[in-house]
């Protein structure tokens, strides 16, 4: 079947931005520059946690790995959604855009896990502090973030098993600047209320019931919080404030496009550019400015560097 398909859809359009060239060259611009932004703001998230001996503990560690992640979110679409502004035909083979799903799902099904786990490292660091080295410890530690990848890349197969092998008659265009599948699933030329059913149960109401139990464990953390006026309060409630802005980013976009049964084309794109390009931007900004351990380990590492050593 595989061949067949082939044979019939090997390439898939992207319809992109409709705009003129010029808006394009701005969007070109624009996207560059949060995309760069991103991608150096979680690299120096990950070289500060490496190098940094404060920083090793379970919450940067999983910090740093957030981080690495965020990477990957935005490395498999934008560069691709940036070269294609400048492109008047914008077309991905069909292999690649089966490919490109795969990976989206990946890191955004480990993404979703890893807050998660994160969520469960600010439980026992703030509800049993005095076990909390002994339950986090590196071993815990791990074997979290290989259960984290594990259920992502399980997350991913499960999904595109069903649709790598849809038949397609000749439609083959996506208003969209990526692939993903709510989109592709419409291009198929046999009936897919399945196959939404099934995106729908796996990103959609899998994300808000995540998001509707990650929201209540923090209301639970921020009641004992509140509870026990010491002087470590503000920094547990500054970090977990910090944990609730990145997970409603991270869930807000997910769940209306996948829990969403219209395709809304001009919300979808938005909330797909800030899925991709905004939030991991945002998120070392949020975890680093709202951070002193963070701010004193970065001037840290920036003062061991040479060029920073011949500067002064």
């Known amino acids: 079947m595989w061949g067949e398909n082939h044979s019939l859809v090997s390439e898939i359009v992207l319809m992109g931005f409709a705009s003129s060239q010029e808006i394009c060259v701005v969007l070109f611009l624009v996207f560059s520059m949060f995309y760069v932004a991103g991608i150096l703001g979680n690299f120096l998230v990950v070289v500060t946690v490496i190098s940094d001996p404060h920083l090793h503990s379970p919450m940067y560690f999983l910090l740093a790995n957030l981080s690495f992640i965020d990477m990957w979110v935005s490395s498999i679409t934008v560069p691709k959604m940036v070269s294609d502004l400048l492109k008047e035909r914008k077309v991905i083979s069909l292999q690649g855009c089966i490919t490109q799903m795969f990976f989206i799902h990946v890191s955004g099904g480990t993404e979703m896990v890893l807050l998660i786990v994160m969520a469960y490292d600010r439980y026992i660091a703030i509800c049993k502090p005095l076990h909390y080295l002994t339950i986090m410890n590196p071993r815990t530690c791990i074997l979290l973030l290989v259960v984290t990848w594990t259920i992502g890349i399980m997350h ?34 046999t009936v897919t209320y399945k196959l939404d059913l099934m995106v729908t149960v796996n990103s959609g109401l899998i994300s808000l019931g995540t998001f509707i139990t990650l929201m209540i464990s923090y209301a639970l953390m921020l009641v004992t919080v509140w509870q026990h006026s010491s002087g470590g309060s503000s920094k547990a409630l500054s970090t977990l404030s910090a944990h609730i802005t990145v997970v409603v980013l991270f869930f807000g ?16 794109k938005f909330l797909a550019i800030f899925d991709v390009i905004i939030t991991p931007f945002l998120n070392p900004v949020i975890y680093t400015f709202r951070n002193k351990e963070m701010k004193a380990a970065m001037r840290r590492t920036f003062s061991q560097m040479p060029s920073s050593q011949n500067l002064f």
């Open 253 to 268: 976009p997910c769940i209306f496009v996948y829990s969403w049964p219209f395709l809304t084309v001009p919300v979808d």
């Open 156 to 189: 991913s197969l499960i999904q595109i098993a069903f649709v790598a092998n849809l038949q397609f008659c000749g439609h083959r265009e996506v208003d969209s600047f990526y692939c993903d599948l709510p989109r592709f699933i419409k291009l198929a030329c």
